[in-house]
């Protein structure tokens, strides 16, 4: 089933980025909105209003995310190595690798070795 919406905001124009939907909203046009996405949106009395679906409005349904975008989402920060100085990039070898990098290694040379420590450890 699906529940007539309308943006009442402030913003001239406004894009749904949170429930899912996409939907650029034009402030007094109801959309037909997917009931559970519609409960949630309806609760934000400031931004959100019901109203009477126009015949012949197509339902917009949320887009869920993937399993993969969910679990990307998850994952932590990638370093960028190539900011680090030497003996902090030393360290890290050492704490989170167990790896003892050479010295006398050029600057690059310490980065590549940590970026292949961090792909074999996946």
């Known amino acids: ?7 009442i905001g402030k913003s001239e124009d406004h894009t749904d980025r949170i429930y899912g ?9 109801v959309y037909s909105i997917e009931d559970s996405v519609a409960k949630k949106m309806l609760a934000h ?4 209003a019901p109203g009477k679906i126009p ?5 917009v349904r949320a887009i869920t995310e993937s399993d993969e975008e969910n679990a990307r989402r998850n994952d932590p920060p990638m370093l960028d190595f190539t900011r680090m100085p030497d003996s902090e990039l030393r360290d890290f070898a ?7 990098l050479p010295s006398h290694a050029k600057h690059q040379t ?3 070795r940590l970026v292949s420590f961090s792909h074999r450890a996946r």
Do not use: I, S, W
């Open 1 to 7: 089933m699906a529940t007539g919406v309308k943006y």
């Open 21 to 29: 939907t996409g939907l650029k909203f034009v402030p007094g046009k």
């Open 94 to 100: 050492r704490m989170h690798y167990n790896e003892q």
């Open 110 to 112: 310490l980065v590549d």
């Open 55 to 59: 015949p012949g409005t197509k339902m």
């Open 45 to 48: 009395t400031d931004a959100y």
